[in-house]
C-alpha cells in the first residue's frame, strides 16, 4: 500500500474502495503511468486545469491518457466564451498542487468545477492522480463523481498523430 495522504485518508474514512499505487516520484504522463501499471491507457485519466478567460475559479477536466481536453467543446458545455490551458507553473500556483499531482481528490471544497469526459461512465473503475506526484488511486468512477461533485460530458478529443501525448499532462 502506498504512502497514506489527504486523499487516501479521505478514501477511507468515506469507507470508499480504493487501491493505492506507488510510482516514480517524478512528474509521470497518464500513458506511462498506465504502461507502469499494466492497465489499458484509457482508464488512467488525468486531470488537466483549465482556466477561464474572463476570470472566475480554473476548471479540472478529467480525461482519459489517450485524449487532450477539447477547449471548445469545455467551452460549450460550460457556457464559456473561451478557455485556455495555463502554463505548468500557473497550474501549480492555481491549485497549490505539484503538476502530476494535480488531483480533484485532493481539492475538495476549494471551488473548482469539476468536469469529467463521459467515457469514464463506460467502466466501473477508474485511475487518477492520489493528490501527489507518485501516488494513483483506483477507485469506483461513481464514488469520484460524487465525491467531486463533477459533471461528465464529452470533453476528450482523441490525440492526433504525432502529437504531444504529454502536452497538457496532469496540471
Do not use: W
Not at 118 to 139: C, D, K, T, W, Y
Request: proline share 6%.
Amino acid at each position: 500500500m502506498a504512502a497514506t495522504n489527504n486523499v487516501i485518508r479521505l478514501l477511507k474514512s468515506r469507507k470508499i474502495p480504493f487501491e493505492a499505487y506507488e510510482l516514480p516520484p517524478q512528474k509521470l504522463g497518464a500513458l506511462e503511468t498506465a504502461r507502469r501499471l499494466g492497465v489499458p491507457p484509457e482508464r488512467v485519466f488525468k486531470t488537466i486545469v483549465v482556466v477561464r478567460e474572463q476570470g472566475g475559479k480554473p476548471i479540472l477536466a478529467v480525461v482519459p491518457g489517450t485524449c487532450a481536453v477539447d477547449l471548445k467543446a469545455l467551452a460549450t458545455y460550460l457556457g464559456e466564451k473561451k478557455l485556455r490551458l495555463p502554463t505548468q507553473r500557473e497550474a501549480e500556483q492555481l491549485t497549490g498542487l505539484q503538476a502530476g499531482g494535480i488531483s480533484a481528490l485532493a481539492l475538495l471544497n476549494r471551488g473548482f468545477q469539476v468536469v469529467v469526459d463521459e467515457s469514464a461512465l463506460h467502466e466501473p473503475m477508474f485511475h487518477v492522480s492520489g493528490g501527489q506526484r507518485g501516488l494513483n488511486i483506483r477507485l469506483p468512477v461513481q464514488a469520484f463523481l460524487a465525491l467531486t461533485n463533477a459533471r461528465t460530458a464529452a470533453i476528450g478529443r482523441p490525440l492526433a498523430e504525432g502529437e504531444d501525448t504529454e502536452a497538457d499532462t496532469d496540471f
